[in-house]
């Protein structure tokens, strides 16, 4: 592991405490209102520390990923590159199709499509009032 891939590890890491710190647990769903790929994954791991195996599952199906990925990043010299390109590609491909899924399915309530309530809408909103 190099010094660098720990530098952007921590920076990742202290961004996403700051955040969920002040009250947004996702910065895209608090711009867009729109939720991204990985809604529900805080919340899944928070559920995996309490052992609800089965709570994590219906917060994000994927919440177990990130470890065996970030094994892979760190890996990635020694893995073959079209295997290392293979593992993101079908990772990626996962969080795709899971997000499609859980977007259109209505019994869904974590991943919402709300672009009204998102901070763009809501400044262009308060623009447009200002000036009409």
């Not at 590609?89 to 991943?111: N, T």
């Amino acid at each position: 592991m190099k010094k660098d891939d720990l530098q952007v590890i921590a920076g990742i890491a202290l961004f996403y405490l700051l955040m969920e710190a002040v009250g947004i647990t996702c910065p895209i769903r608090f711009l867009t209102g729109i939720s991204c790929a990985g809604c529900g994954m805080s919340r899944a791991w928070r559920a995996l520390l309490r052992l609800d195996l089965a709570q994590a599952a219906a917060y994000h199906p994927l919440f177990w990923l990130p470890v065996p990925v970030a094994v892979v990043l760190l890996l990635r010299d020694r893995i073959p590159r079209r295997i290392f390109q293979g593992v993101l590609a079908v990772v990626c491909g996962l969080f795709v199709i899971v997000y499609l899924f859980r977007l259109f399915s209505p019994e869904d309530q974590i991943v919402v499509f709300r672009p009204d309530e998102g901070l763009i809408a809501r400044l262009i909103a308060g623009l447009l009032g200002m000036g009409g």
